[in-house]
């Protein structure tokens, strides 16, 4: 592990749910949040504590459920534990079966609209810490932002960075 950004300090946490974001970050060093589908999109799950513990991006998955995306962070947490790193273009096949994941650098801009807990995490930081999307392909191989992609696939990942629209 590494030591805190210079300007982090810890939040004070008002409920339970913060108390647990606090205490998954010191003991698990990684907390993952879920937010379910609704009209306004599709499900995903995003870490806090990855860039405090380790100054690696935090990562964030849409489309796919609690408990799969959950192992994907959990797994990525534990890679990056052991000095892994993962960066904006990077392709892996190791996280699905049957399909590869592209990280993609997420935009600040979109931290407001999805990364509500993140940002009170980290809000001594202002807005100061980096993001990937883990952007997974369809069946046919084939990301989001591909001709021919499944639309299915790209309705179920909004990707936040506008380079990939």
């Keep these: 592990m590494k030591a805190a ?6 939040p004070k946490p008002d409920d339970v749910s913060e108390r647990k974001i606090c205490a998954d970050v010191i003991n698990h060093h990684c907390h993952i949040v879920t937010i379910p589908e609704d009209s306004e999109g599709p499900t995903y799950s995003f870490s806090i504590g990855l860039y405090l513990n380790f100054r690696h991006p935090e990562i964030i998955i849409f489309g796919l459920s609690q408990r799969v995306a959950g192992t994907a962070i959990n797994d990525i947490c534990s890679r990056v534990e052991k000095g892994s790193r993962f960066q904006a273009g990077q392709e892996t096949d190791e996280l699905f079966i049957g399909c590869k994941v592209r990280f993609v650098s997420v935009d600040p801009k979109n931290y407001r609209e999805y990364l509500g807990c993140a940002r009170w995490f980290y809000r001594s930081l202002n807005d100061n810490f980096p993001v990937l999307q883990a952007v997974w392909t369809d ?3 084939k990301f989001p932002w591909e001709s021919n ?4 696939t790209a309705k179920f990942q ?3 960075n506008s380079a990939h629209r």
């Design 149 to 152: 992609s499944s639309p299915q």
């Design 5 to 10: 950004p210079a300007n982090f300090t810890w």
């Design 158 to 160: 909004p990707v936040l």
């Design 139 to 141: 069946k046919l191989g």
